[in-house]
């Protein structure tokens, strides 16, 4: 099975700013992977796939990169509604999720 | 519109069993996967397993087999998860989502079904 470490596990910064998430797969994971938003009483929502694929309808200041094992997911200009938990998901091999990052604004 | 619409909580005595319900409307039922994860309180997320409505084959995750068991109905565009053998440790909120068979993201998910497992 692989494995995904996300990190980190929470963060906080100040509206305007710029965060980034991590993603580390236990083996490469050809480019496969997905970020989404989750937020409370809700389903996840997909922003990201194929490492930089945008989702129709998601603005451009979420962004990802990354190739082998190693992933980044990034939103800048942070906004109020930015406030989540987001997720990756590795989907080369069947599915495995990291363990979230927690986003607070400051 | 794409929509997966999941059944109510359900509260539920252990070493019961529980079937969850999740209708797709919008698209074609058959085209896509319908997967499901669970999210216990407070943990991140876990993929359970997929099932294909194109002809019901299934693909677990290893931790869930005996656990899950997944099927579709046709005839209402309707996916289902049965859990079996209940214990505190399946309170959790299960989510519906499908994916394009073509090593696709889940990209549509329902709104999450909880269940409590207590006596």
């Known amino acids: 099975d692989i494995q995904m470490t996300q990190s980190p596990s929470s963060l906080s910064a100040s509206l305007g700013g710029k965060v980034t998430i991590t993603c580390k797969a236990s083996q490469d994971i050809n480019k496969y992977i997905a970020w989404y938003q989750h937020k409370s009483g809700k389903g996840p929502r997909l922003l990201i796939h194929?490492?930089?694929t945008l989702q129709p309808g998601i603005p451009s200041r979420f962004s990802g990169s990354g190739s082998g094992r190693d992933y980044s997911f990034s939103i800048s200009n942070l906004e109020p509604e930015d406030i989540a938990t987001y997720y990756c998901l590795q989907y080369d091999n069947l599915y495995t999720f990291g363990g979230g990052t927690k986003l607070e604004i400051k | 519109e794409v929509q997966l619409q999941q059944s109510g909580p359900d509260l539920v005595k252990p070493g019961a069993s529980v079937k969850i319900s999740c209708k797709a409307s919008g698209y074609s039922f058959t085209g896509f996967y319908m997967h499901w994860v669970k999210q216990s309180h407070g943990k991140s997320l876990e993929w359970i397993g997929r099932v294909s409505p194109k002809n019901g084959g299934t693909n677990y995750n290893q931790k869930f087999k005996g656990k899950a068991r997944l099927t579709v109905d046709m005839s209402s565009s309707t996916a289902y998860m049965e859990l079996r053998s209940l214990t505190s440790e399946d309170s959790a909120v299960y989510y519906c989502?499908?994916?394009?068979?073509?090593?696709?993201?889940?990209?549509?998910w329902g709104q999450g079904t909880s269940v409590t497992v207590s006596s």
């Open positions: 989502a499908r994916s394009y068979y073509d090593q696709g993201a889940m990209d549509y």
């Open positions: 194929y490492t930089s």
